[in-house]
């Protein structure tokens, strides 16, 4: 009867031993054990525990020398009364040699369950140079200069727009003539006598102002004889203003008598033209 007892107790023990390493397995595991620089192995850790119990797995962006490249999201399998959480990593590492992830540590309820370490060994890529050929360094090639279109549309419009604007400002500015206005148009005469009194007006001569006096009235005289005669007196020199004045009234028979020529030398000598 003690025997039955004891053995009793003993059966209890194991059943819930085994039951709380069902509850409390934790593993770590490696798609593969070996990868190439740069590329990618899954870890994938699991745990087995009651369905009210709360796990929160490792987080991070490195195990050890390995780095996470990312976590993804946590599956879950029923099994019986019991649930197989897991929950895979992407690592990797860009420096050849062999790596051991350490113990991991997953959070079970209350209790810190720490996982088995595991190695992953990372290999250099190895280039054959007898059968990649190796090539010079090309030099830079210039790529297609960029469309200037659009500058010379910029540039269109900005010429159209400042044409406009210096024509509104042309118009504004060109005196306008009143409507019903007549402009009379003066003969030389009629301007040469105008000036003459407006000169008259001026009582230069009065002021002892005499060498402007002379000097405004050879400009009216000069001006005169360019308007009536069609020759060019403001451009010329005594001399050649009555030679011209000579060759003009000959050749168009204009009737301008020799003596007012004669007197008109005499008259340009006298101002010191």
């Known amino acids: 009867m003690y025997k039955l007892k004891t053995l009793y107790i003993l059966l209890a023990m194991l059943a819930g031993f085994v039951s709380y390493a069902q509850q409390n397995g934790v593993t770590a595991t490696l798609d593969k054990d070996t990868i190439k620089i740069g590329a990618q192995a899954n870890l994938t850790i699991k745990a087995t525990v009651n369905s009210n119990t709360k796990v929160n797995f490792p987080t991070g962006k490195s195990f050890g020398m390995l780095e996470v490249l990312e976590a993804y ?82 540039i269109a419009i900005a010429v159209g ?13 060109k005196p306008r003539q009143k409507k019903g206005e007549v402009i009379i148009e003066l003969s030389p005469i009629e301007k040469a006598t105008t000036h003459l009194q407006e000169l008259e007006q001026k009582s230069l001569l009065q002021k002892g102002a ?38 003009t009234t000959q050749k168009k028979k204009s009737g301008f008598r020799k003596k007012y020529l004669q007197s008109l030398k005499r008259c340009c000598v006298q101002l010191t033209w």
Do not use: C, H, N
Not at 132 to 146: C, E, H, N, S
Not at 161 to 173: A, E, I, Q, S
């Open 73 to 154: 999201p946590t599956d879950t399998v029923k099994k019986g009364a019991l649930l197989e959480l897991s929950k895979k990593y992407g690592i990797t590492q860009f420096d050849p040699g062999k790596y051991t992830i350490p113990p991991l540590t997953v959070v079970i309820g209350k209790k810190l369950v720490d996982t088995k370490p595991v190695t992953l060994e990372v290999k250099d890529v190895v280039v054959d140079t007898l059968k990649q050929k190796m090539y010079d360094i090309k030099p830079v090639i210039a790529g297609p200069a960029p469309s200037l279109w659009w500058l010379y549309v910029l």
């Open 161 to 173: 727009v400042l044409g406009y604007f210096g024509w509104k400002w042309y118009k504004k500015r």
């Open 210 to 247: 005499v060498k402007e006096y002379y000097s405004e009235l050879t400009d009216i005289a000069r001006t005169y004889i360019e308007e009536a005669i069609e020759i060019p007196a403001m451009e010329s020199t005594t001399g050649e203003l009555i030679e011209a004045m000579q060759k």
